[in-house]
């Protein structure tokens, strides 16, 4: 059989996501599995949809929403940012803002019963606007359209810790205030609450040398976390369309890759397989968070 029929056919069956020349990409945050111990969340971690008119996106998407319903049966989704293809650029116009976000809101209909926290990436904010002051402009927007208190903030769930942080700032970075703001609410969590933080960008791990794309801030954050290493578990990212895990001082360093792959085109290593870009397949993760704060991620490509 060949390799696309493959996929194709084995599609997202439970217990045999990926097989043979498909290896899954998993990671634990602790040296042993979790064994017999149930997950307290289970949750989908979604990024770089880059979702568009074009390559039938917003079909093919739709269709991975419903696996990961069908196949995982997430408690909720964190979404990692550049959820529309792109309204960064100069010769973005306002009609295709409207057009992009119109076609996020189509797709994402289907999670009505969900949960959805989102990030903002970098290609999600409009920046030639009329105006700084008009509505649609820069990050304010973009937290409007994806329905978050702000560019960054916190919740809870099942005494696990969320943070979602805003890095895009000068030289991809946190700015001041937010940085701030993370210490303190990193000293207000309990110690035996873990801690989970999602970023566009990735902080540390091996897509940065590979693509760039990075935290210019990483020592500091990586010092912060070990300041706080008995609740920071894990940190997710996107941004490169790379998967990578990486442990560092015990914290669990995650670029799950990207929805979209090679931009839902046929992609750069085709002989891989379709929609790869560099070894890495068009996919998403799931997470299983434990009382105990173990974590593990398993990034799954999905049929393309």
């Known amino acids: 059989m060949k390799r696309r029929s493959l996929i194709k056919a084995i599609g997202l069956a439970a217990g045999a996501v990926v097989t043979g020349s498909l290896p899954a990409l998993a990671a634990t945050s602790d040296e042993q599995s979790a064994g017999e111990k149930k997950p307290v969340l289970r949750v989908a971690h979604i990024t770089d949809v880059h979702i568009k008119a074009s390559e039938n996106a917003p079909e093919r998407f739709k269709n991975c929403l419903k696996q990961i319903i069908g196949h995982h049966k997430p408690d909720f989704f964190l979404n990692g940012g550049d959820s529309v293809n792109d309204v960064s650029y100069d010769n973005v116009t306002y009609d295709q803002v409207i057009e992009q976000w ?6 994402i209909k289907q999670l009505d019963k969900y949960e959805i926290h989102s990030c903002i990436g970098n290609h999600d904010s409009w920046w030639k606007a009329p105006s700084n002051e008009h509505e649609m402009y820069g990050k304010a927007y973009a937290a409007k359209r994806l329905k978050i208190p702000a560019r960054y903030y916190h919740f809870t769930r ?3 810790h969320f943070i979602v942080l805003d890095g895009n700032n000068d030289k991809i970075s946190l700015d001041p ?19 989970l933080l ?10 940065q040398a590979l693509v760039g794309g990075g935290h210019s801030d990483c020592k500091k954050l990586k010092d912060l976390f070990y300041k706080h290493k008995d609740k920071v578990r894990v940190c997710l990212s996107g941004h490169n369309h790379l998967s990578d895990n990486t442990k560092y001082n015990g914290v669990l360093y995650c670029c799950n890759g990207a929805m979209s792959g090679f931009w839902w085109g046929k992609g750069d290593k085709e002989s891989a397989g379709p929609g790869y870009y560099l070894e890495t397949p068009p996919g998403y993760a799931m997470l299983k968070l434990y009382e105990d704060g173990t974590v593990e ?8």
């Open 177 to 195: 205030e937010q940085y701030a703001w993370l210490e303190t609410t990193l000293e207000k969590i309990p110690a035996s609450a873990p801690v």
């Open 158 to 160: 099942k005494n696990w």
């Open 102 to 107: 119109g076609i996020w809101d189509d797709c």
């Open 297 to 304: 991620n398993e990034y799954f490509p999905h049929a393309y």
């Open 198 to 207: 999602m970023s566009h960008f990735p902080i540390l791990g091996t897509t």
